[in-house]
């Protein structure tokens, strides 16, 4: 845009010379224009980037700081970042961007090529996730798919195992590599071909509550050891009014564990010694996709998309039971065999009618149709009793959505939407089949003044059940007839919003918002029966001189339910109210110490979050102790230009996090007898992190 006015510019001043010049009777002149140029209009060829090195270090280990940052284990780290760009004269180009090489959650990124012929992509990304730091356990070989434990195992209770000689610290936490490559390339203007290759790895230990045997169970450690490859290709084809997409996508999930074996802790009660359970099973998907779209005029756009998938597992079961003293009927076969269709469409039509009226309309649907074939299988609980034979439930459905909304421009300061969605869904073995929820909606944006712009929005929705509620015999035992599912349940929802943008003076920006929506399940008996949700905030920007600007900003978030329960699967006995609030407020500071030297800066935040639970049963109940989060973090950084290319980066990071949780402190690995624990407790952290580091151009 820059370059076609600069040239419309150069433009009106020739048309004013020559128009000068015919005036004074000469005739139109000659421009000489054999000097003129467009400095915006030149092709960088060469190399150029920039580069950062350094050094940082952590003051201390905490996996709930470091959770996805690297920045978890206490000692040094070192700074790589870079960032690199090539230009030929002949369109050839490379871009290279490279972050965080000293840390393994580093990344990076290539892609080159020939404008307008082909590119090629690399791109290579390490992903930690610290889940939690000293976890306890007694059991050997943790990371792996057997899990064994040391002599004075089984005992009747946790209080009679010999759990203070024998526990070992294990971490929780994964950590996934990505390598990507790809290719795209151009066989003429309009067509485009392209392949891309993914390889994941995702390794690492995480935790698994299911060791259960009757009334006793005990907290595992699951490894993680996945392997995911997907692919996909397309043809695109851009005209200057239809354009189409053809594409194939296909992943493959493969687990190198197939389930994960223990030792049963506690003394045997039916002969039961070793537990076992599934783990996630290896699968594939595979989708084929068409999307088109078309301009029919300059006001009017239709597109639409189709996507045909299909997902399939098969592999082989693990026997019913560990337990060789259990007399199991045999399964119905050697592998479940499922498998699943998917169909996702969509249809979207645009119009501008008039400059000032555009409407809108989008219809989606979504089909999971699984086909997986049903059989009955042998039930056995905990691997102490046989029970009932069961048969599978092969859950599918169906959605529909029609949008449709409006957009009108009243005048320049006044500018409103109005739509409405419409939304249904069927669905097998739920005791709902089907629901519809309609939702009508508005949006009014208003500059009241040239200092004061205010936006409105709100939203009724309406979901209701048709047909009768069917109950699933599989379930036992029986559900309540009076319960019902919130996803699931008729509901009402209000939603209302407001947003005011307010310049106080020159310098001086307010913002003020208000969010606010309610649910209610008036015909629900059991389940949930309301929830609110409620949302302010506030935000001042200044400009306090030419060289210091600062930001504050305030928000707080209220989330409200209350829900009704039996426990003689009957008429509701008991209620809950819970209640959570979350404070969070922020100040930065920016500051040219030294004009075009010396930059230094700040970042302050809060925040306070509150979870309380309160249940009432007729009787003089206390509240559940509250459970709160705290964190507090600093943030100071600097810059100094030594050279016009060259400055020093330097970073100081400060962050607090305290955290009260009734059902994890306190609760070591023997504390309740017939849980065995991995000794969990709620995070509570204090790190610091410095930084220094030379930045380059180039």
Known sequence: MKTSNQLLLLGMLSALSATATAADGAGPAAVDTSKWKCESCKFETGVSGTLEVGAGSVSDNSAEFGQYNGLYEKGGFAIGDAAVRSRGEDGTYWNLDASDLGLDSRGLNVEGGKQGTYKLRLKYDETPHRIWDGALTPFGGSGGASLSL???FPAATTDAMPVAGTLQQVDLYTQRNQLGVGASWNRSKEWEYAVN?????????ILRTGGAFFVNTAQLVEPVD???DQVDASASYAGKKFQLKLAYYGSKFRNDNHALTWQDPYTAINGETLGQLALPPDNQFHQVSASAGYQFSDKTRGSADIAFGRMTQNDSFLASTQNATLVVAGLPGA?????????DANLKLSSAVTDRLRLNAAYLHNDRDNQTPQAAYPSVATDMFVGLPRTNQPYSFKQDKLKLSADYRASARLRGSIGADFDAHERTYQEIEKTREDTAWGKLSSRITDKIDLTFKFAH???RNQGSIQWNPEITPAENPLLRRFNMANR???TVGLRADIALAENVNLGLGFDSSEDKYKDSTIGLTSGKDLNLNGDVSMVLTERTSMHVFANRQEIKSKQAGSQTYSVPDWSADSKDTIDTYGLGVKHAAIPDKLDIGADYGI???RSEISVYTGASNPAFPGISANLDSLKLYATYRMKENMSLQ?????ERYDSKDWMLDGVAPATIPNVLTLGLQAPQYHVNVVRLSVRYKF
């Not at 290759?197 to 230990?205: I, L, M, P, Q, S």
């Not at 592998?335 to 169909?343: E, F, H, Y």
């Not at 330097?650 to 400060?654: M, S």
């Open 650 to 654: 330097a970073g100081y990071w400060y």
């Open 197 to 205: 290759f993914r390889h994941d790895t995702k390794e690492g230990n």
């Open 492 to 494: 009402t929802r209000e």
């Open 461 to 463: 929705g309406e979901r």
């Open 607 to 609: 925040t306070r979050s």
């Open 335 to 343: 592998s479940l065999n499922a498998r699943a269709n998917t169909l």
């Open 150 to 152: 040391p002599a004075g």
């Open 226 to 228: 996945y392997v995911t």
